[in-house]
């Protein structure tokens, strides 16, 4: 990374402490030494580690036991696994799925992604299963809540700074975690950039062995990155049929709203200056009346009302009961894009678990080979409220989210691209691990309509067709910084065009490149005369 690059994100680490001060989170004193911490730190997961301790909630009691990642003086880098890449068609898009520990993934993300991610779904680990190398080194192999949400900070901060302005990120959660990981999301997106949170219900029936009632649900939590970010509702398509009243001089037919105000905010004391008369058919002056009888208020102000008395949009009935006029506006058929269907928190009947473990059975033929897994119809819900170019998912475990982009792209048309990153963890069920027996074959089976050894036997493939996407595969590798065998060096091994580059014509630009942008390489290299005396080739 550039020193540019990780001082933009030590400021933002820093903006981040001074906001806790405001909400009285920590003490003016404790931040200014965090802050000169960070400021004299030597690199971005140094600074992140050191913002972690201003994140003692003493207001809501929130606090937890941080563990430090496992740092070393290697730098990581992506390596495409030519073996489980392929191309189906050179024309479709390209997706990528990077084997890896997703922190080390994050960083490299960031060389070419920051700023450009659109959505973020994430379903970290909060059982106590493995997380392979990563947790049996600092986290003794076991997922506890304060593993949780150390592992989750550092991620989340480089997750925010993927975002683009307009971006969003989802997070599947548990009843037992879901409000501390909300703090967490609450501290690092802020408050203010909540935007609300799902409740799917993730089953129906069995549950016997419950304790006390059966859990049916699951949480989603959803922040947007800044104000920017627009949630697409859909619009139902109406038919004349809807459209009850008949416009003579128009010859056309509306619907009727009532313009009285009803509901919340419905008494004049609400909105005053949104109380006044109008003339009634039979010129008598009307004012607006609340549900309960009390003066009332409109839906709309003086300027709007006189636009609809001018161009004859006010349609009048009578009660029969009461004998009161009651004013409505015409909504032309003509002029209406639909009916507005509005977004719900509680996601009824979209998908189960067990709608998860069949998805998978039938791309495989044998069940469980991954648990806990999630519906592609799911994430399809989730992403198809969004305007979205680029896709991340960092804790993709069985690769559903690609599924899941490339089935919304075959049905509305568009061109959504999807980066998956997984550890490659081993268990009893996968020995070669997780992203080689599972995320990476599922992957080439739904697009290639085949396996990498070419078994086309499976159910999936008898009823769909392969989305016919083509995937680059990159695993995390790593080199010393102060390598300097011949061919083996940073500059030789980290390949720029994975980066979104074209190759580099001059040595010198190459290793410039390398030096601004993978950490802990800049500082050594400027010290080592071979480096010095490369720099000078043209």
Same mark, same amino acid.
């Given at each position: 990374m550039t020193n540019e690059t990780i001082n933009k994100s030590k400021e933002e680490l820093i903006l981040e402490?001074?906001?806790?001060?405001?909400?009285? $989170?920590?003490? %003016?004193?404790?931040?200014?030494? &965090? $802050?000169?911490?960070i400021n004299n730190s030597d690199s971005l997961s140094e600074a992140i580690a050191i913002a972690q301790l201003g994140t003692t909630y003493k207001r809501t009691g929130f606090h937890f036991d941080k563990r430090l990642e496992k740092l070393d003086n290697t730098i990581k880098y992506f390596k495409k696994n030519k073996e489980l890449s392929f191309v189906n068609d050179e024309v479709k898009l390209t997706h990528k799925l990077i084997i890896g520990d997703n922190y080390d993934a994050l960083l490299n993300l960031l060389i070419e992604y920051r700023n450009k991610i659109d959505v973020i779904y994430? +379903?970290?680990?909060?059982? #106590?299963?493995?997380? /392979? !190398?990563f947790a049996d =080194?600092?986290? %003794?192999?076991?997922i506890t809540r304060d593993n949780l949400l150390s592992m989750m900070y550092p991620r989340l901060f480089l997750a925010k700074s993927l975002l683009s302005d307009c971006g969003v990120i989802f997070c599947s959660i548990d009843d037992r975690n879901q409000a501390y990981v909300k703090c967490q999301f609450d501290e690092?997106?802020?408050?203010?950039?909540?935007?609300?949170? *799902?409740?799917?219900?993730?089953? @129906?029936?069995?549950?016997?062995?419950?304790?006390?009632?059966?859990?049916?649900? !699951?949480?989603?939590?959803?922040?947007?990155?800044?104000?920017?970010?627009?949630?697409? +509702? *859909?619009?139902e398509d109406l038919t004349e049929t809807d459209f009850k009243y008949y416009d003579k001089e128009k010859n056309e037919k509306f619907a009727i709203t009532k313009l009285e105000k009803w509901g919340n905010s419905a008494h004049k004391e609400d909105r005053p200056t949104m109380y006044f008369s109008i003339k009634a058919p039979d010129g008598s002056d009307f004012f607006p009346m609340s549900p309960d009888g009390l003066d009332g208020r409109w839906r709309v102000g003086k300027t709007k009302m006189t636009t609809f008395i001018e161009e004859n949009r006010i349609y009048w009935d009578k009660d029969h009961?009461?004998?009161?006029? &009651?004013?409505?506006?015409?909504?032309?058929?003509?002029?209406?894009?639909? #009916?507005?269907?509005?977004?719900?928190? &509680?996601?009824?009947? $979209?998908?189960?678990?067990? @709608?998860?473990?069949?998805?998978? @059975?039938?791309?495989? /033929?044998?069940? +469980?080979? *991954?648990?806990?897994?999630?519906?592609?119809?799911?994430?399809?819900?989730? $992403?198809?409220?969004?305007?979205?170019?680029?896709?991340?998912?960092?804790?993709?475990?069985?690769?559903?989210? /690609?599924?899941? =982009?490339?089935?919304?792209?075959?049905? +509305?048309?568009?061109?959504?691209?999807f980066i998956l990153c997984t550890n490659n963890e081993i268990n009893n069920k996968n020995p070669n691990g997780i992203a080689y027996d599972v995320t990476s074959k599922r992957l080439k089976r739904i697009m290639s309509g085949e396996c990498y050894d070419g078994t086309k036997n499976?159910?999936?493939?008898?009823?769909?067709?392969?989305?016919?996407?083509?995937?680059?595969?990159?695993? &995390?590798?790593?080199?010393?910084?102060?390598?300097?065998?011949? %061919?083996?060096?940073?500059?030789?091994?980290?390949?720029e065009t994975l980066y979104g580059l074209d190759k580099f014509v001059s040595i010198k630009d190459k290793i410039e490149w390398v030096c601004n942008n993978f950490e802990h390489t800049q500082k050594n290299v400027e010290s080592d005369d071979k480096w010095r005396e490369r720099l000078e080739i043209k």
């Open positions: 402490i001074k906001k806790r001060v405001e909400d009285k $989170i920590i003490e %003016n004193s404790n931040a200014d030494l &965090i $802050i000169k911490l994430i +379903d970290p680990p909060y059982g #106590k299963d493995s997380m /392979g !190398e =080194v600092n986290y %003794n192999n076991s690092i997106f802020g408050e203010s950039n909540f935007i609300g949170s *799902f409740i799917w219900q993730k089953k @129906t029936g069995g549950g016997q062995a419950d304790d006390y009632f059966v859990t049916e649900h !699951e949480y989603i939590l959803a922040y947007r990155k800044s104000k920017e970010f627009e949630w697409l +509702d *859909f619009y009961k009461t004998g009161r006029w &009651i004013p409505y506006e015409k909504k032309y058929f003509s002029e209406t894009k639909g #009916k507005l269907n509005k977004s719900r928190s &509680i996601l009824y009947k $979209i998908a189960e678990t067990g @709608t998860a473990t069949n998805e998978l @059975t039938s791309i495989f /033929g044998q069940k +469980d080979v *991954f648990v806990n897994a999630k519906p592609t119809e799911l994430i399809k819900h989730l $992403i198809q409220h969004v305007n979205c170019d680029i896709i991340l998912d960092f804790f993709a475990g069985s690769g559903t989210t /690609g599924q899941a =982009v490339m089935q919304l792209n075959k049905e +509305d048309g568009c061109n959504r691209q499976f159910d999936w493939i008898k009823n769909n067709d392969p989305y016919g996407d083509n995937l680059d595969v990159y695993e &995390i590798e790593k080199v010393a910084n102060f390598e300097s065998s011949e %061919n083996k060096t940073p500059f030789d091994v980290i390949d």
